[in-house]
């Protein structure tokens, strides 16, 4: 027994140390069946981009690089950028991710940047740069939100054309209110605290944006601060908003999922919501009933908050980088992924040439053509919680900003409790 | 001796055998145990000792995944949580959902182990019923709770249809989130500690029973005298363990309410440490705020532990 049990330390410790013990995940160096080189590719599935999606996108662009094998990794939720810290911090940061944000990944090292050759086939080739580089694909742009609207409840209040301007809105909301019609249907329960948020998003897009494009990298640099009057004042329409009983509380139990499916089931007779939301409006069965414009501004002009970028990053320190720079070019160039995906998601394509599939829905059609028009009209500004790179808030804001959203929502705190809040938790996380 | 050794045919030339505890066994059984041992001590070495040997050095830093220099910072981690309002909110949030968690389960199961205390084939079916929760795993219990606790979901639309106009905001409202995550929480644990006081139940000798009944005592008093005086260790197990489970809460926290409605409201320490490590990338106070739940735990729970096994009787 004794020589049994001097054998079985020394091998059990060799077999730990080599198996329990070594990085867990994808050996990205190693060579998977067959000779092929493999590495990991981080995903998200939501309602429209599901399981199917991703498999038969990722079989698409996996033969376009011969001798890869491609590994699909699933966020657990839709924060795809916690889920790849933990992945960093545990040693599996995934070799190629989708829909990250680059923040922190890249000034840490620990993404490649695009080179120019790279990204000569995008329509906004430096959107949401790190320190001048470009860390994320700019290959779907998302206006977030619009408002997408039920033609049957705004009949239904005798309203017969969307508001233009704010107090039109408001005017709106009233009428739809005073017909027991709910004018705003909102998300934010569950796992899915962003969707508390989309009423402030552009409440600061139409007055705060438009005004100063360079808001946020002015508040970075300390010349401006949440509290002050511009920023407190679009927090403050929020409130009103919600004070007014405009704003359906219960919102905040439903994750992302059950709003949307709130708005479908006529819970509400406006939907602020990213343009991912047209593909779901467009399979269903209301697809003719829906309408959709653009938050409206006090003075009726165009303000379309819009993030460009979405797309695919690489590892810095993937073994096989030029295979996996491949792969994410060949996956986000491929028409029929980049169809795909606008079929399945919605997308607004950033790419030059690119043309949507034929036969796409009436929301999506309708969708495009708000967008076009707010690029027309350059009222095109950047999303507040949705931009990212040198623009976005620091580490850690995003979700808070979605905890003081839900206050507004639930009537816990006022524009000033709110953006005070904000202002020291920023500089919390500027001090830490 | 030695006569009478051999006339009991014990051979007197054999070695003498070395008597447990001395220094000549002690090597070989040393091995022995070390051949056994080291599969389980080596994973938790890994797993566990490492991991919080880690995070005891990180949380004397401002280490942060996205910055390469780790400074060390002394205590000044946990000076600041002490006085931060978000760890201290966090707290109590943890505090009044731990004491939910601890009270509701115990309550409740053992009210239902004494129901249950029955034999038949229905009562084993029952049984099996209630312990099915605790297998499931807390992000299925939690869907499926949210499914219904939403406000367009089955319990709201059921009270809706009784006439009650303005259900409440089982998930929505920041006032009574927490004591729905309480309870759903305490639902799944539910069948634990009716099987744990079952088993408690069953071990009760029958004789004591009858002597109490002989000396005069109704059912309430027997319960009151013999049976919950008997039950102590099923008491001191699930207290102990439900104490663990609601200072822990996190995953049915994430997916029921995401930490909200709002600031404050069901953000327990575990998910405030997630969120502070991997959301805000501050590592070290993440660190630093485990650290400190570890203690609290081990604080509370060995106090509780301590008082829970003096009230235990051996018959």
Redesign the interface.
């Known amino acids: 027994m004794n020589r049994i049990a001097r054998l079985a330390v020394p091998l059990t410790a060799l077999t730990l140390a080599a198996v329990g013990c070594s990085p867990a995940g994808t050996d990205a160096g190693s060579s998977g069946a067959g000779g092929k080189k493999e590495i990991t590719f981080l995903t998200f599935e939501t309602p429209n981009l599901d399981a199917a999606y991703w498999d038969a996108a990722i079989a698409r662009a996996e033969a376009k690089v011969p001798g890869l094998k491609v590994k699909k990794l699933v966020a657990p939720s839709t924060d795809r950028t916690g889920y790849a810290k933990q992945l960093l911090a545990s040693g599996q940061f995934p070799d190629v991710m989708i829909s990250v944000s680059p923040v922190g990944f890249a000034e840490s090292g620990q993404m490649a940047p695009w080179t120019d050759k790279e990204l000569a086939q995008y329509t906004f080739p430096h959107s949401n740069p790190i320190g001048g580089k470009v860390y994320q694909l700019p290959y779907n742009t998302q206006p977030t939100p619009l408002v997408y609207y039920s033609k049957k409840l705004f009949a239904e209040a005798d309203i017969t054309a969307p508001p233009r301007t704010y107090q039109e809105l408001l005017d709106d909301s009233a009428k739809l209110k005073s017909k027991g019609i709910d004018p705003f249907v909102v998300g934010g329960g569950g796992k899915d605290t962003f969707a508390s948020s989309y009423l402030w998003t552009a409440l600061v897009g139409t007055d705060v944006y438009k005004q100063t494009p360079d808001w946020m990298a002015q508040r970075r640099a300390g010349k401006v601060a949440f509290n002050d009057a511009g920023f407190k004042g679009a927090t403050d329409k929020f409130v009103q908003l919600v004070k007014k009983g405009y704003v359906d509380k219960a919102g905040l139990s439903r994750d992302y999922a059950n709003t949307e499916k709130a708005f479908l089931g006529g819970k509400g007779a406006m939907y602020p919501m990213g343009t991912w939301f047209a593909t779901a409006g467009d399979k269903s069965a209301m697809k003719d009933d829906i309408g959709v414009f653009a938050f409206p501004t006090d003075d009726g002009s165009l303000s379309v908050p819009s993030y460009t970028g979405g797309g695919m990053s690489v590892s810095a320190k993937s073994k096989n980088l030029k295979e996996a720079k491949e792969f994410a070019l060949a996956f986000q160039q491929d028409k029929a992924n980049l169809d795909a995906v606008v079929k399945s998601d919605g997308a607004i394509i950033a790419m030059k040439g690119y043309t949507p599939p034929a036969g796409m829905g009436p929301v999506y059609d309708a969708t495009v053509k708000v967008y076009d028009a707010a690029v027309q009209a350059k009222g095109v500004t950047n999303a507040f919680l949705v931009e990212t790179g040198d623009d976005a808030l620091l580490p850690g804001l995003v979700e808070k900003s979605y905890a003081l959203a839900q206050d507004v929502i639930a009537g816990r705190k006022d524009a000033d409790a709110a953006t005070k809040a904000l202002d020291e938790d920023w500089k919390k996380a500027a001090t830490q | 001796m030695s006569l009478v050794k051999e006339r009991a045919g014990i051979r007197t030339d054999a070695p003498p055998r070395t008597p447990p505890g001395t220094r000549r066994g002690a090597l070989?059984r040393l091995?022995?145990f070390?051949?056994?041992g080291?599969?389980g001590l080596?994973?938790y070495a890994?797993f566990v000792l490492a991991p919080i040997a880690l995070s005891v050095g990180y949380s004397f830093t401002?280490a942060n995944?996205?910055?390469?220099r780790t400074r060390f910072v002394g205590l000044d981690n946990y000076t600041r949580l002490l006085t931060d309002q978000e760890f201290l909110t966090a707290l109590k949030v943890t505090t009044i959902l731990t004491l939910i968690v601890v009270i509701v389960p115990n309550v409740l199961g053992l009210a239902v182990a004494v129901l249950l205390d029955r034999r038949g084939w229905f009562y084993n079916a029952l049984r099996g019923v209630f312990f099915v929760p605790v297998v499931l795993s807390s992000v299925v219990v939690s869907v499926v709770w949210?499914a219904m606790?939403?406000?367009?979901?089955l319990v709201n639309t059921a009270l809706r249809a009784m006439g009650v106009h303005s259900p409440p905001?089982?998930?929505?409202?920041?006032d009574i989130a927490l004591y729905s995550v309480g309870f759903i929480i305490s639902w799944q644990m539910l069948g634990f500690c009716a099987v744990v006081y079952l088993a408690g139940l069953q071990s009760v000798p029958q004789e004591l029973h009858e002597a109490a009944a002989i000396d005069g005592a109704g059912p309430w008093l027997r319960f009151r005298k013999v049976t919950w005086p008997m039950l102590a260790p099923a008491l001191t197990i699930n207290t102990v363990m439900l104490l663990i489970t609601g200072f822990k809460a996190y995953d049915h926290i994430?997916?029921?309410?995401?930490?909200?409605?709002?600031?404050g409201t069901t953000a327990t320490l575990a998910f405030s440490v997630i969120?502070?490590?991997?959301?805000?990338?501050?590592?070290g106070?993440a660190s630093a705020m485990a650290l400190l739940m570890l203690v609290i735990v081990a604080v509370v729970s060995s106090v509780a532990l301590r008082f829970l096994q003096r009230r235990e009787v051996d018959f």
């Open positions: 070989p091995w022995h070390l051949g056994f080291a599969p080596l994973v890994c401002n995944q996205f910055v390469p949210q606790l939403t406000d367009d979901g905001g089982w998930l929505s409202d920041p994430q997916v029921l309410t995401g930490g909200g409605p709002g600031t969120q502070t490590g991997f959301t805000a990338n501050r590592t106070e």
